[in-house]
């Protein structure tokens, strides 16, 4: 037990981070909170170094009796979401202080809730997956409410309820894979038994119990992806959420429910198995209804935010896609829908976190999310605007952005599986997404705003998050191999 | 399998008589003239224990017991998990001592913010 301490650093030094910052917040004083900002970013960073030093020292390994696990795949994803967590972070330095006297608490809260995800993504036992689940949500729901205003409070509450029955969904789904299988761990590495190997010597026996399992474990995770149709929380509370917190739902909770998803599904069910054909087709329904619901749904938004949390809706069905298409593979075992799906994400944390943090450099001069008040913000805020233009294009899929290739990407898996209907759907929507992606752009260039002040400049801090997200994007857009191969690898684990 | 779950079903039509028999028989015998009606206050009040029952039972209560219900369970729960290992505490060695003692800062990190933040206090 205590031997394996160490892999388990990363999320140690999260979680003493954010009780160090609730303590810190006691005694720092209202002016000098940021240098708790600054105490959170530090335990992040402390982590990322220990995370380095465990791969450095090829400590990859399924610890804790298998109930965790420290693989590439959890390593890819540890990097990711505390990048993500870090940037918000920084970014919402200049937001921070409408918390009032909650900033102690913000900052805690964001660290809890990505120890949370952290944990998910290396959890390989589904009391593991449901505890680290639990500690990600109700952080979250904490946040969502941070603000305190009727807006807020209304989202969080929605945000709450609507979370509790998707947890209590996913805790039904793993009653019956529990049931089936007799023990909770997803794979062991010792021979005993598990669920994978349950159900790779599965009968026909189980099969319905399985899909019961899987229904209700793809409801409740859907949920937290923000897929149709459990999308509903996501438009409320992308708008009614502090700005900072919306930003971090949708790239790192989404980021997280995948991961999860690639756990349960990829490693537990299996993509060859005699289930394996019933979830992908299960997905690509998903994916498709989501990428239709999602883009009709945000053509209609005036709110950019709301607009935003939509498009989220159907960039998870883009996602979903590739779970559907996980059979296609290259190099003879690399998954190319997996692997697409993880690439997918990555880009996307750096696009969408781009966009949010534009929009929230705008609208915290403005005071307003109204996609009618970004005319000529080109002119009056040239370096947000400009980030927000770039991200824009990639969630679009054009090149030269991450965007393009993690679409490219993605369809190829697509119809390398045999998913061409799939595929013209999606081509189909990415189509009608330009429309509303590019509204915005036009909005932001070609609209002259009459009389209309410059704005005052966003601090230094946001600017650089900022450039560096529009930075990210274009890189991975010209040259994608680095991460393309890091995702492959991180797939590799199940495969 | 099916057989436990007759047992199961036999106690829940039990459980459902038991409380029904009564009920059920109060109500023939008063039809049926058995049982005298003679009610007056004191026989039709509500039944607390021997005391003389004060107001309604649906009062409101003041929104701010939460705080202390909230800061009453966590050290309620800490109770609960302390003694176990306090009983077990020779068997259990310095490893189980080193948790408790984690778990206990961990308390009283939450301890010393609930105070600073001045939960504890009847605003």
């Given at each position: 037990m205590l031997a394996s301490l160490d892999r388990f650093g990363p999320e140690l030094a999260v979680m003493a981070?954010?009780?160090?910052?609730?303590?810190?917040?006691?005694?720092?004083?209202?002016?000098?909170?940021?240098w708790l900002a600054g105490l959170s970013v530090a335990g992040l960073l402390a982590a990322a170094l220990w995370l380095v030093i465990l791969v450095l020292r090829g400590r990859q390994a399924s610890f804790f009796d298998d109930s965790m696990a420290l693989d590439n795949?959890?390593?890819?994803?540890?990097?990711?979401?505390?990048?993500v967590c870090g940037t918000v972070i920084i970014a919402s330095l200049d937001y921070a202080p409408r918390f009032g006297s909650h900033q102690g608490e913000f900052f805690a809260l964001m660290l809890l809730a990505t120890s949370g995800?952290?944990?998910?993504?290396?959890?390989?036992?589904?009391?593991?997956?449901?505890?680290?689940?639990?500690?990600?949500?109700?952080?979250?729901?904490?946040?969502?409410?941070?603000?305190?205003?009727?807006?807020?409070?209304?989202?969080?509450?929605?945000?709450?309820?609507?979370?509790?029955?998707?947890?209590?969904?996913?805790?039904?789904?793993?009653a019956f894979l529990f049931g089936i299988a007799g023990t909770t761990r997803l794979v062991t590495t010792n021979g005993a038994p598990s669920i994978a190997s349950t159900i790779a010597a599965g009968?026909?026996?189980?099969?319905?119990?399985?899909?019961?399992?899987?229904?209700?474990?793809?409801?409740?995770?859907?949920?937290?992806?923000?897929?149709?149709?459990?999308?509903?929380?996501?438009?409320?509370?992308?708008?009614?959420?502090?700005?900072?917190?919306?930003?971090?739902?949708?790239?790192?909770?989404?980021?997280?429910?995948?991961?999860?998803?690639?756990?349960?599904?990829?490693?537990?069910?299996?993509?060859?198995?005699?289930?394996?054909?019933d979830w992908k087709e299960m997905f690509a329904i998903l994916a498709a209804v989501s990428m239709c619901v999602g883009n009709v749904m945000a053509l209609r938004q005036t709110n950019?935010?709301?607009?935003?949390?939509?498009?989220?809706?159907?960039?998870?069905?883009?996602?979903?896609?590739?779970?559907?298409?996980?059979?296609?593979?290259?190099?003879?075992?690399?998954?190319?829908?997996?692997?697409?799906?993880?690439?997918?994400?990555?880009?996307?944390?750096?696009?969408?976190?781009?966009?949010?943090?534009?929009?929230?450099?705008?609208?915290?001069?403005?005071?307003?999310?109204?996609?009618?008040?970004?005319?000529?913000?080109?002119?009056?805020?040239?370096?947000?605007?400009?980030v927000l233009l770039f991200c824009l294009l990639s969630l679009t899929g054009l090149p030269p952005t991450a965007g393009f290739i993690a679409k490219v990407y993605i369809f190829n898996a697509a119809v390398q599986a045999d998913l061409v209907w799939l595929v013209i759907v999606a081509v189909l929507n990415t189509a009608v997404s330009a429309?509303?992606?590019?509204?915005?752009?036009?909005?932001?260039?070609?609209?002259?705003?009459?009389?209309?002040?410059?704005?005052?400049?966003?601090?230094?801090?946001?600017?650089?998050?900022?450039?560096?997200?529009?930075?990210?994007?274009?890189t991975f857009g010209v040259y994608p191999i680095p991460l393309i191969e890091a995702a492959q690898r991180a797939v590799n684990v199940f495969g | 399998m099916i057989e436990q779950f007759g047992?199961?079903?036999?106690?829940?039509?039990?459980?459902?008589?038991?409380?029904?028999?009564?009920?059920?028989?109060?109500?023939?015998?008063?039809?049926?003239?058995?049982?005298?009606?003679?009610?007056?206050?004191i026989k039709s009040s509500v039944y607390e224990c021997g005391m003389v029952p004060v107001g309604d039972a649906l009062v409101r209560y003041n929104v701010r017991y939460y705080l202390f219900a909230l800061l009453f369970v966590v050290f309620d729960v800490e109770a609960v998990f302390l003694y176990p290992w306090a009983v077990a505490y020779r068997a259990l060695g310095v490893y189980a001592f080193v948790e408790a003692l984690i778990f206990i800062a961990i308390l009283?990190?939450?301890?010393?913010?609930?105070w600073r933040k001045r939960a504890m206090e009847w605003i």
């Amino acid at each position: 037990m205590l031997a394996s301490l160490d892999r388990f650093g990363p999320e140690l030094a999260v979680m003493a981070t954010a009780g160090l910052v609730l303590l810190a917040d006691l005694v720092v004083p209202r002016r000098h909170k940021a240098w708790l900002a600054g105490l959170s970013v530090a335990g992040l960073l402390a982590a990322a170094l220990w995370l380095v030093i465990l791969v450095l020292r090829g400590r990859q390994a399924s610890f804790f009796d298998d109930s965790m696990a420290l693989d590439n795949f959890s390593i890819f994803f540890i990097f990711l979401f505390i990048a993500v967590c870090g940037t918000v972070i920084i970014a919402s330095l200049d937001y921070a202080p409408r918390f009032g006297s909650h900033q102690g608490e913000f900052f805690a809260l964001m660290l809890l809730a990505t120890s949370g995800m952290m944990l998910l993504a290396g959890a390989r036992d589904l009391v593991t997956i449901f505890v680290s689940l639990e500690l990600t949500s109700i952080s979250q729901f904490i946040l969502a409410g941070l603000l305190r205003d009727d807006k807020g409070s209304e989202a969080a509450l929605k945000y709450l309820l609507l979370g509790a029955i998707a947890s209590a969904v996913i805790l039904y789904g793993m009653a019956f894979l529990f049931g089936i299988a007799g023990t909770t761990r997803l794979v062991t590495t010792n021979g005993a038994p598990s669920i994978a190997s349950t159900i790779a010597a599965g009968d026909a026996g189980i099969r319905s119990a399985l899909i019961l399992s899987m229904v209700f474990l793809a409801a409740g995770f859907g949920f937290k992806m923000a897929v149709v149709p459990f999308q509903m929380w996501t438009p409320d509370v992308y708008q009614g959420a502090p700005t900072p917190v919306a930003a971090f739902l949708s790239v790192g909770s989404k980021a997280a429910a995948f991961a999860v998803v690639l756990r349960i599904f990829y490693e537990g069910f299996g993509p060859n198995t005699f289930v394996g054909n019933d979830w992908k087709e299960m997905f690509a329904i998903l994916a498709a209804v989501s990428m239709c619901v999602g883009n009709v749904m945000a053509l209609r938004q005036t709110n950019i935010r709301r607009m935003l949390g939509y498009s989220s809706v159907a960039q998870a069905g883009n996602f979903l896609v590739g779970l559907a298409a996980i059979s296609a593979l290259t190099n003879g075992r690399t998954s190319l829908g997996a692997s697409g799906v993880v690439f997918f994400l990555a880009t996307y944390a750096f696009t969408n976190l781009g966009a949010f943090i534009a929009v929230m450099a705008i609208s915290n001069r403005t005071d307003s999310d109204e996609i009618a008040d970004y005319a000529g913000m080109g002119r009056r805020a040239p370096i947000p605007a400009a980030v927000l233009l770039f991200c824009l294009l990639s969630l679009t899929g054009l090149p030269p952005t991450a965007g393009f290739i993690a679409k490219v990407y993605i369809f190829n898996a697509a119809v390398q599986a045999d998913l061409v209907w799939l595929v013209i759907v999606a081509v189909l929507n990415t189509a009608v997404s330009a429309f509303y992606y590019l509204g915005v752009a036009r909005q932001m260039y070609l609209e002259t705003a009459e009389g209309l002040p410059t704005l005052v400049r966003a601090p230094w801090a946001t600017q650089g998050i900022l450039v560096v997200a529009a930075m990210g994007v274009l890189t991975f857009g010209v040259y994608p191999i680095p991460l393309i191969e890091a995702a492959q690898r991180a797939v590799n684990v199940f495969g | 399998m099916i057989e436990q779950f007759g047992r199961a079903g036999f106690l829940l039509i039990f459980a459902i008589a038991f409380p029904l028999i009564p009920i059920a028989a109060s109500v023939a015998l008063g039809v049926f003239r058995i049982r005298p009606r003679k009610p007056d206050p004191i026989k039709s009040s509500v039944y607390e224990c021997g005391m003389v029952p004060v107001g309604d039972a649906l009062v409101r209560y003041n929104v701010r017991y939460y705080l202390f219900a909230l800061l009453f369970v966590v050290f309620d729960v800490e109770a609960v998990f302390l003694y176990p290992w306090a009983v077990a505490y020779r068997a259990l060695g310095v490893y189980a001592f080193v948790e408790a003692l984690i778990f206990i800062a961990i308390l009283f990190v939450g301890y010393v913010y609930a105070w600073r933040k001045r939960a504890m206090e009847w605003i």
